[in-house]
């Protein structure tokens, strides 16, 4: 009798449990379609102005003129007039600035089904909701790996409310911006990495064959032996130029590595340029040699060399610090993985205000470690997280839309844009990076174990 009352207990926990379970996805589900449908109603009025070159990109392939595909001004390279892409964007009910396609072919290829029969109003609302959908799924497969905590509904309403509030993610939803999409396929081949090689590495090439930065991951996955997913990745990347090739031609596919080549050649400063490069440039404005009104210009120069250098070998030595680290310390394996994210994108030429939803995972993954370590060291790590999170709000990373607005009447009354170049975004990453080398430093010499116990 007693064994049968023990057994219906566990039986009746099992089914408690089950039933809790349920509850939680069901709330989580509420939780993320309240999010899509807050934001969507928020930015009814995005123009999306950088999902117009997608559109107009995909317009000009199916037009056959696939040859204008990378059109783009002499002065700047963002921008594009040419008769070609005006007329297509007259055909198509474009009214937005336009701006220069530097995507792979493939990318606006594939959109043709969409692109040809839809209005660029519809398309925008479209890639609007894709765009929440991928944040809302970064925020679950994150959760899922590396931080249960936040499947729980209460810590994760937290979540997206104050993603909902960053100045990132409110710059992303205005331009209705794809690199949400090449952002979950990371975070996907980060969680199958281990369980899944093949997949994982299929899941980096179709984020990399359009954001390059990210392949710099292969790095990580080769000092922790992940070579299934290494093989599965260069054979994907390979099989994805190949469809590039034979769907767009030769031509079009060199034409992308040259406007690749040319971008990584320039030196953007500008108010929403957050990477290492653009800030480490400010000492021009500090030198007299540029004027920190420039800054709102849009200043383009070359790249100095030494810059790019410096650069690039602070991210390889990064991302080979994080591998070695990883097998070394496999309990901040998490913030090893996601900081990968924040290095690829911090050292790269260009790095937009709107990259910096990069931040979320890595957070999450920080405040789970947070719960597990001694109050001394929580409370450090605590102010960092609320610095990055003030870092990333209109309180002191200020919105490119707001600036956009009021910028030109401010200028002659304030030296802001010296102020803009300070780069809150930035200087949030790099606090990131601070708080993985303190743990990393601190679990490494400390005397006693830094992790509660359950006694």
Known sequence: MATHGISGSLKDKGVYEMIKRFANTKIRLIIYLFFIMINLSLNTDAPGEDLGSSYLGCQLIAHNQTNHLFDYDEAYFNRVNTKAWKDVAMSSGYFENIHAYVQIPLWAWSLQPICTNITFKTFNLLFSIIQLICIVLIVELTAKKYTPFFLNPLPLSFVMAILSMTTPFQYAVFLTQTHAIFMLLVILSLYYVDNKPKLAGLSLALAVIVKVSPIFIMIYWFIN???????????????????????????????????????????????????????????????????????????????????????????????????????????????????????????????????????????????????????????????????????????????????????????????????????????????????????????????????????
């Open 225 to 455: 032996k992940k070579f299934k997913a290494i093989i599965s990745f260069s054979v994907s990347t390979f099989a994805l130029i190949t469809l590039t090739i034979s769907t767009t031609g030769l031509n079009s596919f060199t034409d992308y590595i040259h406007s690749m080549s040319r971008v990584s050649k320039i030196l953007l400063l500008s108010y929403n340029n957050q990477s290492f490069i653009s800030f480490i440039a400010y000492k021009d404005i500090l030198l007299g040699k540029i004027s920190p009104h420039e800054i709102w210009r849009w200043k383009i120069l070359t790249i100095n060399n030494l810059d790019k250098f410096l650069s690039f070998l602070i991210l390889i030595v990064l991302v080979c610090l994080f591998g070695f680290w990883s097998k070394k310390y496999s309990r901040f394996k998490g913030l090893y993985e996601t900081g990968l994210l924040i290095i690829t994108a911090l050292f790269v030429p260009i790095a937009w205000t709107h990259y910096f939803i990069i931040l979320t995972p890595v957070l999450m993954v920080l405040y789970q470690k947070n719960l597990e370590l001694e109050s001394q060291i929580k409370k450090k790590i605590s102010r960092f997280i609320v610095l990055i999170i003030l870092l990333n709000t209109e309180i002191i990373g200020m919105n490119p839309i707001t600036l956009n607005n009021y910028m030109e009447s401010w200028i002659p009354y304030f030296e802001f844009s010296q102020w803009l170049m300070i780069h809150s975004h930035f200087i949030s990453g790099i606090c990131v990076l601070i708080l993985i080398f303190y743990l990393t430093i601190t679990f490494k010499y400390s005397q006693k174990p830094q992790y509660i116990t359950d006694n």
